[in-house]
């Protein structure tokens, strides 16, 4: 990383409920409502079937595996991540197929991680009802895990997080989402209500106004991340919407645009010297042994490792750790993984002229002359 410069960690989808959840110390009951799957302990049993014996009781940094070797080493200033589950002992659920709750004593996970910053916009935060969400909130405040993108109500959910950064900056976090992610208009934080930030629509308009609610926080130095839940779970294509929502947001003084809902890593855009993440993936999840989407390789994940002038927060470096989900943990890709992700990224992003390359590390970087 340059001498100058501040670093951040962002992930994708992280999906602490259902199969993770029945592996750590106090799982939750595990009944599901699910079409096919009754019982959360099944994705466990899945997992076992495709890679072998897990263990059960887990310590709460189990599931973290080697990317606690990568956050000790490169030692980010701050730690965001999409956290795609409910964190409640509510057995209320919302009738919509697929539901995930982590139960609160579980929340050791989370400060394992030495997570900063929690976005709370997408479609999973409300599966076990408004109270659920209460909750949510209420065991990330205990834990010292700032939330954004959902709240008890409207006010709370539109506020972004300003978290403190080393040399007296800030780190300005905004979150929200959108329809196309499944997320429930029902679920939409009103005056006295709680809910989630979801966008109206994807126009010109609404992205100034996303963006100057995030910007107007911001002082000399300070770094601006919007955070998006959008799209669907599969596939490559960014629909021309989404790539001029992203930019009017940079326009309107956002640096860095950090998108997900995909279950796989999707293209890299740097517009105006700021990065444009459509879709950063799912992080860590209890996918082991489902099949039917094997072609975009979600077992494998990547940690993002931005790094923005302090003085003008423009995109300095970016590096990107490829890891691999197995036995519900994270473990270091392989290298021909690893050499595959790298490939991967370099066809779905060169329509938007990103390139990276494999260091000899095994770690992803982009190639700055082809921004």
């Known amino acids: 990383m340059p001498e100058s410069s501040i670093t951040l960690f962002l992930a994708g989808d992280v999906m602490t409920g259902r199969g993770v959840d029945q592996i750590l110390a106090r799982p939750s009951v595990p009944e599901l409502h699910e079409p096919f799957v009754t019982d959360a302990r099944e994705y466990v049993r899945l997992a076992e079937q495709a890679f072998g014996p897990l263990p059960r009781g887990v310590k709460p940094d189990y599931i973290w595996g080697d990317a606690l070797v990568e956050w000790n080493r490169v030692a980010p200033a701050a730690r965001i991540v999409n956290l795609e589950t409910s964190i409640t002992r509510s057995d209320e659920y919302e009738r919509k197929g697929i539901n995930y709750r982590m139960h609160p004593d579980n929340i050791g996970c989370l400060r394992a991680a030495r997570v900063d910053v929690c976005v709370l916009a997408n479609n999973h935060v409300l599966d076990y009802s408004p109270q659920g969400l209460i909750e949510t909130l209420e065991t990330l405040e205990r834990a010292d895990i700032r939330a954004v993108g959902a709240g008890r109500n409207r006010d709370e959910a539109v506020r972004p997080v300003v978290h403190g950064l080393p040399g007296g900056q800030h780190l300005i976090v905004g979150a929200c989402a959108h329809e196309s992610s499944g997320v429930p208009d029902h679920w939409t934080a009103l005056t006295d209500e709680p809910g989630v930030y979801l966008l109206p629509d994807l126009g010109d308009e609404t992205a100034v106004d996303v963006a100057a ?56 855009e740097i517009y105006r010297d700021r990065l444009i993440l459509y879709g950063c993936g799912d992080f860590i999840d209890d996918y082991e042994g489902i099949s039917g989407y094997e072609r975009y390789r979600d077992d494998l994940a990547l940690m993002y490792f931005p790094s923005l002038s302090p ?56 190639v700055q002359n082809h921004a």
């Not at 294509?237 to 950090?258: C, K, M, S, T």
């Open 311 to 366: 003085q003008t927060a423009q995109l300095l470096t970016l590096e990107m750790t490829p890891l691999q989900i197995r036995h519900i943990r994270l473990n270091r890709a392989s290298a021909a993984d690893a050499r595959w992700l790298c490939d991967n990224v370099n066809e779905i992003s060169r329509a938007f002229g990103t390139q990276v390359t494999l260091t000899d590390r095994g770690v992803l970087r982009w």
């Open 213 to 268: 609610g995030v910007a107007r926080h911001k002082l000399p130095g300070d770094i601006a991340v919007l955070s998006i839940h959008w799209g669907g779970n599969w596939g490559y294509d960014v629909p021309r919407q989404h790539i001029n929502f992203a930019h009017r947001l940079v326009e309107g003084g956002i640096d860095i645009v950090y998108g997900h809902s995909s279950h796989h890593v999707r293209p890299i």
